[in-house]
Structure formats: C-alpha cells, structure tokens
C-alpha cells in the first residue's frame, strides 16, 4: 500500500472490483449490511477477495455485527481489515478487533464539534478511524449517504483517519490539501446509481486523490 491510503467501498461485481484495482485503490472493500443497495451475501465478497490476489487489502463492513456474524465474515472471507460502521462503543471495538485478529477501522458521524471530541475515545482503540458525514436522526442506515460534512471540525481531531461522506472525482482534491487525512474513502460519489459503481468515476476519483496528496508532498 501506498503511505496515502485511497479506498474504493461498496464494490459488488467483479468488473468494478476490476475498476478499482486497476485505477490502483489501496483499500476495496465489501459492504455485509442488508439494508445497503451495496450488500453482499458472505459468499459473494469471498469470491471477490479471492478475485484481488494480492493486488490491494480488503475490507469487509459490518454494522453492530454479533459476534457469531463477525466470525463468519472473518473465517469465509478472511479480510485485511474489519470495517465497524455502526454505533460500537471503544470496548466494543477492542473486542472485536481481538475477536477477528485483524486491523480494525472505525467509521464515525461527524456533525459537530462535540462529535470530534468523543472520537478521541476510539483513538489508540481502533487502528484507523474513518469520518464521515452524521446521518440523519431519521435515517435506516449509518454513515454520510452521499453528503459532505464541514471538514473544518476535523481541526486536531484524532489521527490517523479516513476522510470519507459526500467525496467524489470534483471535490476529493480540494478535500486531501485542505484535511491532509491519512486516506479518501469513497462509495456513493463514483456510482451511476445507488450500488452501480462508474468505471470513469473510479479512475478520476483515484487520480485526483492522488494528485492531491502528491502536491501536498511537495
């Protein structure tokens, strides 16, 4: 992997997991979560991990996973990292991160600065945090669901992050030299439609983060 990390989420058929190992995505991973358009039976992200070889880590998300559900998503898929996208406490974090013997990203809704300041309790819990945009009081699933947040509250938040909700190929380069995160994740923002990821869209969004944390090198 690259010291900047870029990660291509939601990926559902082998042609675009193609995509994005060919735009050369550090992280590719695998949403199990039956309310999300992008769910995958265990089976399937099995097969499309097999299908990386080595080309890039994998990342299986789950959401308040059980224990009996984590086990199963670890021992059939054997991903690089477990994604935890829900409402984990640290505990429950270091449980699991010790229960999967993997690394384990931690996936937080940032609304305020009040938000920034419970995150700190995941830090040194969780090996990478992932913020992201605060859904909705009403919403059915967790996470941005495609909207930006005010990255100015990330101002010392805890490192290192993900920066992730509402980026895509027009607003990811301003967003790596303004966060200056440890890494992009994306989804909704390279998709023609809810879980159709966009072969140009994937390409460009990998080009621009790169290009971005390139200059910032410099």
Not at 195 to 213: C, L, N
């Amino acid at each position: 992997m690259s010291s900047f990390l870029v990660k291509i989420c939601g990926l559902s058929t082998p042609e675009s997991l193609e995509w994005a190992l060919s735009a050369g995505a550090d992280l590719v991973g695998f949403v199990h979560f039956q309310k999300s358009p992008r769910h995958l039976p265990a089976e399937a992200a099995a097969a499309l991990a097999r299908q990386v070889a080595g080309r890039a880590k994998t990342v299986v998300l789950t959401v308040d996973a059980a224990d009996d559900l984590l086990d199963k998503l670890v021992a059939g898929i054997a991903p690089d990292f477990v994604q935890l996208h829900g409402r984990e406490s640290p505990q429950r974090v270091a449980e699991a991160r010790k229960r999967a013997g993997r690394p384990v990203i931690k996936a937080l809704g940032i609304g305020s600065a009040e938000d920034v300041a419970a995150a700190r309790a995941y830090a040194g819990v969780a090996d990478l945090l992932l913020y992201d945009a605060k859904p909705p009081k009403d919403a059915s699933r967790p996470g941005g669901l495609g909207v930006a947040f005010d990255w100015s509250l990330l101002e010392g938040a805890p490192t290192p992050f993900l920066l992730s909700g509402g980026l895509d190929p027009t607003n990811v380069h301003d967003a790596v030299r303004q966060v200056r995160p440890f890494g992009v994740d994306v989804s909704s923002g390279v998709e023609s439609a809810p879980g159709q990821k966009d072969e140009a869209r994937i390409r460009a969004f990998v080009a621009a983060a790169r290009a971005a944390s390139e200059e910032g090198q410099r």
